[in-house]
């Protein structure tokens, strides 16, 4: 087999791992509400179960990142996303409180595994490739996210338990990501990029990625969680139509990701997160100020299209300021996904009881600003990783039928 026909492959598989892992994390955010119902976890108890599960994928990703000093990401990989799967499913099974602790608990700890293990494999990948391919892993992921939640949607509407509407996804992914998986491709052997680490001074260098991870992450968990309420609470919407600015939010990321590496290739990542920074403070700002509920829709529609760029981008820089230690700085930059995460919907909603809800989209709005003080990390040249270190033999490769 030649590396062009290896490449292609391992990138196919990933770009599937990716899509898998977007279809199990919809399908237990949207249904949170059935969750808390079945298992009569209090609305005070729920926030210490939901917090649970990024507390602990943050544990896992440290814990990956030296897993990956012994052995391959892709075994790392290969185990963890069908633990995912089954631990979505377990989420669905169980009848007293401490069976979903112990299966939201095993989910937390594998997909802190699979995601830093995932992204571990796309940035390699991105290097073998020699230009920008991460968006399109991510626009996998976000693909995977708008099936899951109609699935949830469908599930909800014929009044399906959680066991019945997640078994389906489960009986499907499982076996076709356990076959994939043979095709992912390592950058390097195992432990051989990981000897170097990020060096001295390597985590100062690396940190203002994690803030604008952390940040990015707090818009993106705004909208997640207060889109609808903001929606009809402080903008007079109904209530179905609440329930739309999500799926929109969900589009417009899916669209933007599909093209932002052809934007990357074409002007660079620097100008491209630069953009897709003011154009989601711009989103903030309208969803702030707008008078009603169509134009809070244009908001959330511009939000979709500015911060989709931001966090793919964010581990492709790491990958090139790193590129003898990456795994090592995606693990560490991977845990800042759900600090911000964690932060983002407390964040706003105290400010919003505090103060005011429109307010509160202030908060965020300047948080994603500071990306643009740390634009120039994402530069190819200031993070020895560019045009002058692409591979011409390769980097054509997936350009047909193939590509994610």
């Known amino acids: 087999m030649t590396d062009d026909v290896r490449l292609r492959r391992g990138r196919g598989a990933l770009g599937f791992s990716f899509f898998a892992q977007g279809v199990a994390f919809a399908l237990l955010v949207t249904r949170i509400p059935a969750i808390q119902d079945r298992y009569g976890i209090s609305d005070g108890l729920l926030p210490a179960f939901l917090a649970a599960v990024p507390v602990l994928a943050g544990v896992a990703s440290v814990a990956t990142e030296h897993l990956v000093k012994r052995v391959a990401p ?20 169980g009848s007293q409180m401490w069976h979903v602790a112990v299966a939201l608990g095993a989910f937390g700890l594998s997909v802190g595994a699979l995601d830093a293990s995932m992204n571990m494999l796309g940035v390699s990948l991105q290097r073998a490739y020699g230009r920008s391919i991460m968006l399109g892993f991510h626009a996998a992921y976000s693909l995977g996210g708008i099936l899951g939640a109609s699935a ?16 389906p996804a489960v ?4 076996p ?16 051989e990029v990981q000897e170097k680490g990020l060096g001295s001074g390597g985590f100062k260098m690396l940190l203002p990625l994690c803030l604008v991870m952390a940040c990015a992450y707090i818009g993106d968990s705004t909208v997640a969680n207060w889109s609808a309420k903001y929606l009809q609470d402080v903008l ?39 953009g897709g920074t003011l154009v989601a403070a711009a989103g903030f700002a309208v969803v702030a100020a707008a008078p009603g509920a169509w134009v809070g829709m244009l908001g959330f529609t511009l939000l979709g299209i500015g911060l989709c760029v931001i966090v793919p981008q964010t581990f492709a820089a790491a990958g090139r300021l790193f590129p003898g230690g990456s795994d090592t700085a995606v693990a560490r930059l991977n845990i800042f996904n759900y600090v911000g995460f964690l932060i983002g919907s407390p964040l706003v909603g105290g400010i919003g009881d505090a103060w ?42 997936g350009r047909g039928g193939n590509e994610v």
């Open 236 to 274: 007079g919407s109904s209530e179905q139509m609440a329930t739309v600015p999500y799926n929109v939010y969900m589009v417009t990321t899916l669209i933007g990701r599909a093209v932002g590496d052809l934007g990357v290739r074409r002007f660079g990542a620097a100008a491209v997160v630069r």
């Open 356 to 397: 005011s809800y429109r307010g509160a989209m202030l908060v965020p709005m300047a948080l994603v600003l500071v990306t643009l003080f740390y634009a120039r990390s994402f530069a190819s040249e200031g993070a020895r990783y560019g045009v002058r270190h692409e591979r011409p033999r390769v980097v054509d490769v």
């Open 74 to 93: 892709s075994a790392v990989l290969r185990w963890a996303q069908p633990l995912v799967l089954l631990s979505l499913l377990g989420v669905g099974t």
């Open 171 to 174: 009986v499907v992914l499982v």
């Open 176 to 191: 076709l990501v356990l076959l994939l998986s043979r095709r992912y491709v390592d950058g390097t052997g195992a432990g």
């Open 152 to 167: 949830a949607w469908a599930g909800a509407h014929w009044q399906l338990s959680l066991f019945s509407g997640y078994l």
